[in-house]
């Protein structure tokens, strides 16, 4: 009976470690990528498709990188394409969202729990 109650609660913590969202930098995507080299970046392109790049790296006038992080052909993107390049960060309101439905829905199913006992 322990176990059950316990569960939930290992679910949200092991939960709050995806609540991540992409953030667009507000510096030029070369500027960027080769200062700071990032680990990936989603790419937005002139055409409004995106594409995530891992390990980007600036080359001549291309963003180059890999589609995937076990892949083994890179992508190439011409700078000329690029509109914009985003990264991923830590949401606050994503994490506080998750875990004020997590709890809203721990607290109902209890009421119902009860409400089925006192039956």
């Known amino acids: 009976m322990l176990r059950l109650r316990i ?3 290992i679910l ?16 030029p995507a070369a500027t960027y990528v080769a ?8 790419v937005l392109r002139t055409d409004r498709t995106k594409v995530e790049l891992f390990s980007p790296a600036v080359a001549g006038d291309s963003l180059k990188g890999l589609p995937t992080e076990l892949a083994i052909r890179p992508i190439t993107v011409p700078l000329s394409e690029v509109t914009s390049v985003a990264t991923r960060h830590f949401s606050i309101k994503k994490t506080l969202g998750l875990g004020l439905i997590i709890v809203a829905g721990l607290f109902a199913y209890d009421q119902l729990m009860k409400l089925n006992q006192s039956q």
């Open 7 to 9: 569960a939930p609660y």
């Open 12 to 27: 949200f913590v092991v939960s709050l470690a995806g609540c991540y969202g992409w953030r667009v930098e507000a510096t």
């Open 35 to 42: 200062e700071t080299k990032p680990e990936r970046v989603q």
